[in-house]
């Protein structure tokens, strides 16, 4: 039986799948405590599955037999591809089966910074309603406002349904190409970056991490954006500049932000960001609900038995290897 190493949660009906076919060393997380002995095992897996393990030529020359690496998330920037490519190694995604659960995050986290939601149910909480709220507490609209998708992609789409079906907003969005499907369904209107900056009530962040949309969110862009505009991050913390984000929060540059992603993740208790009222943060839950974690749970492995019995995977990331 060939070797495998699962090094992130999957659901026990997917474990038990995977030891129908494989040798399987499963831990729910790494951790400092289990690293030495997860790279021990390395040396004799064929396949690993998991999610954030940084896959690189330093890991690759430690693992002589590994032909596929299978992540449990849509993004892949834990992978140098390059590297994979390099050393023949296959790598597979979980893309689509968690579009509508991030869609929804994004939408929450509009919501929830638009209107006020959290700091204005920390008001509730903590016995300071005394009165009808006051104009100083308002929020602003979400329905019938201008919503500017950067990143039009499947999560994009997903996102900008809910938008232009659910709450009458105009969509702008920004790619490095043209969505006709997008253009034609949902009447987004394509622009650049900087026009969508200065237009929207809404901008959304959905792009992968790539060397192309490191920090592309910094101080001139948010200098470009409304006041009373909101600023959500789906993407990965490192396509934005925090310290530009902070200030430009602070000085009533942008009115507020909802942050899923952080450059450091667990983010720091400390982080300046987290000190801001007009700042929603959330855990890096944009797909983790239990049906959602779960099918992507059985993609990944999916992909994984499939590459390993000789079949194609269903979502290949550089299928060019097996040719
Ligand atoms: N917070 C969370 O839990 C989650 C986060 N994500 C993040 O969202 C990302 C997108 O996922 P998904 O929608 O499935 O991916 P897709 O590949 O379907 O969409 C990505 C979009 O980004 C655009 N894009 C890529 N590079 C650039 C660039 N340099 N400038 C402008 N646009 C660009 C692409 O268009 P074009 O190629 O034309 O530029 C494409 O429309 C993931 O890679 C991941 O980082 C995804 C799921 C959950
Ligand atoms: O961040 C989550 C992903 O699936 O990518």
């Not at 037999?65 to 979980?94: I, M, P, Q, W």
């Not at 949902?186 to 969508?196: H, I, N, P, R, V």
């Not at 470009?224 to 310290?243: C, P």
Request: glycine share 6%; charged share 25%; net charge negative.
């Amino acid at each position: 039986m060939p070797k495998v190493i699962v090094y992130s949660r999957v659901p026990e009906d997917v474990l038990a799948c995977l030891k129908e076919t494989f040798e399987v060393t499963y831990y729910e997380k790494l951790t400092d405590d289990n690293y030495s002995e997860f790279m021990k095992e390395l040396t004799e897996a064929e396949g690993v599955l998991g999610s954030g393990l940084k896959v690189d030529r330093e890991l690759l020359e430690k693992a002589p037999k590994l032909s596929v690496v299978c992540n449990t998330t849509v993004g892949y920037d834990n992978l140098v591809l390059n590297d994979l490519n390099e050393f023949g190694v296959l790598a597979t995604n979980t893309p689509e089966v968690l579009d509508d659960t991030v869609a929804d995050t994004m939408m929450s986290l509009i919501l929830a910074t638009r209107r006020r939601i959290v700091e204005l149910d920390y008001l509730v909480k903590s016995g300071d309603w005394k009165a009808s709220v006051t104009p100083d507490l308002f929020g602003y609209d979400v329905h019938h406002k201008k919503l500017g998708i950067i990143g039009m992609g499947r999560v994009g789409q997903t996102l900008a349904k809910r938008a232009a079906a659910g709450f009458d907003m105009e969509i702008l969005y920004h790619n490095r190409s043209r969505n006709q499907w997008a253009e034609d369904t949902y009447g987004a209107t394509y622009c650049s970056l900087e026009e969508l900056l200065n237009e929207s009530d809404i901008v959304c962040l959905l792009t992968p991490l790539t060397k192309e949309t490191r920090d592309l969110m910094g101080k001139e862009q948010f200098s470009l954006m409304k006041k009373d505009a909101v600023f959500v991050n789906g993407s990965r913390g490192q396509t934005v500049d925090e310290e530009a984000l902070f200030h430009a929060l602070e000085n009533g540059e942008i009115y507020a932000a909802g942050l899923d992603v952080f450059r450091e993740e667990p983010v720091p208790a400390d982080h300046p960001l987290l000190k801001l009222k007009n700042v929603v943060s959330l855990p890096h839950i944009g797909s983790a609900t239990l049906e959602t974690r779960n099918k992507m749970a059985k993609l990944a492995a999916d992909n994984l038995v499939a590459t390993l019995t000789g079949k194609d995977p269903l979502t290949p990331i550089n299928p060019e290897v097996r040719s």
